[in-house]
């Protein structure tokens, strides 16, 4: 009996080898020579993200795939096996490649995208081409003299195939589903619906007569704001609709790119295509780039570099936020001020490397402590914040407390030795003990100090201060 692996891997090549195959034949269009090498080779593309997105267990697909794209033309059967071997070796050496660069199929970075040029759409398909078009060469397709130049049509054809597909299909099996606004799903409509009605006017002649001809540079806009406002999902989805009216158009002898040489036709359409291509994936990466260093500026201004808790910054606005909703909805709310007992010590004795971990270890304790809609932060050296949201009773703030304490006085393993903190804190009640998150956070400060008075590792709240 086959495992599920190996039947999920058979039904994957077999799907793989069909697409392949139907890509194959709609390339076959625009064949310039005997339906073996064509401008347009959209096989390139389905394969290389097969082996991106499942692994290089799926070269099969694309090796079967070429053998039966290629089973009714006249060529020996040994000029099959050897392109359909250097149709999977080159999509292989391209996927390798890319994972060597540590490549990120959601294209968020412009080196991700600069290395599914070179790599993907740059050296896969040359690799293939030192096999395919050497074979087709012996096998008589070709002459000595168009040898050159049938070279550089394969790999042209190719590399428009990867640019075209690959982003598409690696984007959306890679990004998380994200949920959209309603205001986001209407513009996502608006953008792909008006994004096709001027590509089918365009490319292809909707609404128009025969003697009027539209330029291609009118989609450009959509180039620009599908990256902008979608991203890399948004930048591909544009691509592959764009290219697919682009090239049904052509097929069917109509566009701006017709001319009276299918070659010639064929750059254009190719030159325009793999321009969009590059330029729509190059601004959906810088867009990434952007968009990853604002979120990690607001990270940083708004969080502690070392336990990755909020700062003094966001916890005053999450206290103004509770106070709000305190007064509000006539809930309670409390804040838990607290400072380690006997930490200096371990920094003197282990040093500040030691502390460190000991504030890490503080932190994950604390959070352990807490519910998930409460918030814990640290305000520096060994003070650190608990602030408990839409409280029952003052009961559950004691409970808490009792837990804390309880944890953080568990022994912590440092270098092979045991050491041991314990925690004084100061409660203030919300809206009973403060109208303003600055007055909460100092009286919770006195009720702390109220603590250390008392004897350390222990629990004061701010009522109890005279």
Not at 369 to 398: I, K, P, Y
Request: aromatic share 10%; net charge neutral; hydrophobic share 50%.
């Amino acid at each position: 009996m086959l495992n599920s692996q190996i039947r999920i891997d058979i039904i994957r090549i077999i799907v793989l080898s069909l697409l392949y195959t139907s890509a194959a034949k709609f390339g076959q269009i625009f064949s310039v020579v005997g339906g073996s090498v064509t401008l347009v080779w959209l096989p390139a593309g389905i394969g290389l993200a097969a082996l991106l997105i499942y692994g290089y267990r799926l070269w099969l697909g694309i090796f079967c795939g070429v053998v039966l794209a290629n089973l009714f033309f006249s060529l020996p059967v040994l000029t099959i096996l050897a392109m359909a071997t250097g149709s999977s070796l080159g999509g292989v050496a391209g996927a390798y490649l890319l994972k060597k660069q540590h490549f990120h199929p959601e294209l968020n970075r412009i080196k991700d995208a600069l290395n599914l040029i070179i790599y993907g759409a740059g050296f896969s398909p040359i690799i293939s081409s030192l096999i395919d078009v050497p074979s087709l060469w012996l096998a008589g397709v070709m002459s000595k003299e168009e040898l050159a130049s049938f070279w550089l049509q394969f790999i042209m054809g190719d590399a428009m195939g990867i640019l075209v597909i690959t982003p598409i299909c690696i984007t959306w099996a890679s990004l998380r589903n994200r949920k959209l606004s309603l205001q986001r799903k209407t513009e996502a409509i608006l953008l792909f619906s008006s994004l096709t009605l001027v590509c089918g006017i365009v490319f292809n002649g909707w609404f128009l007569s025969q003697s009027i001809v539209l330029p291609a540079f009118l989609v450009y806009p959509f180039l620009v704001w599908a990256p902008l406002r979608f991203g890399t999902r948004g930048a591909s989805t544009a691509i592959f609709l764009i290219s697919g009216f682009a090239l049904f158009g052509v097929a069917h002898q109509v566009g701006p790119f017709i001319s009276p040489s299918l070659l010639n036709t064929l750059i254009l359409l190719w030159l325009f295509i793999n321009v969009a291509a590059i330029v729509s994936l190059v601004l959906a990466a810088s867009i990434g780039e952007l968009t990853t260093a604002k979120h990690y500026l607001e990270q940083l201004a708004l969080h502690d570099s070392l336990t990755g808790l909020d700062n003094r910054l966001l916890l005053m606005e999450k206290l103004a936020e509770s106070l709000a909703t305190v007064h509000r909805y006539n809930t309670q709310s409390a804040i838990i001020y607290l400072d380690l007992d006997g930490f200096k010590p371990i920094n003197d004795t282990f040093g500040h490397e030691a502390g460190d971990l000991v504030l890490i270890e503080v932190a994950k304790r604390l959070i352990s402590c807490v519910r998930e809609v409460d918030t814990v932060a640290r305000l520096g050296g060994d003070e650190f914040v608990v602030l408990l949201h839409n409280l029952n009773e003052t009961n559950t703030v004691q409970q808490i407390a009792d837990r804390i304490v309880e944890t953080i006085n568990a022994s912590i393993n440092l270098f092979g030795k045991t050491v041991n903190v314990g925690v004084s804190m100061g409660i203030a009640l919300i809206p009973q003990d403060g109208k303003y998150p600055h007055q909460l956070l100092k009286n919770a400060d006195k009720a702390m100090y109220l603590a250390k008075q008392q004897g350390k590792n222990q629990y004061q709240f701010f009522s109890d201060v005279s």
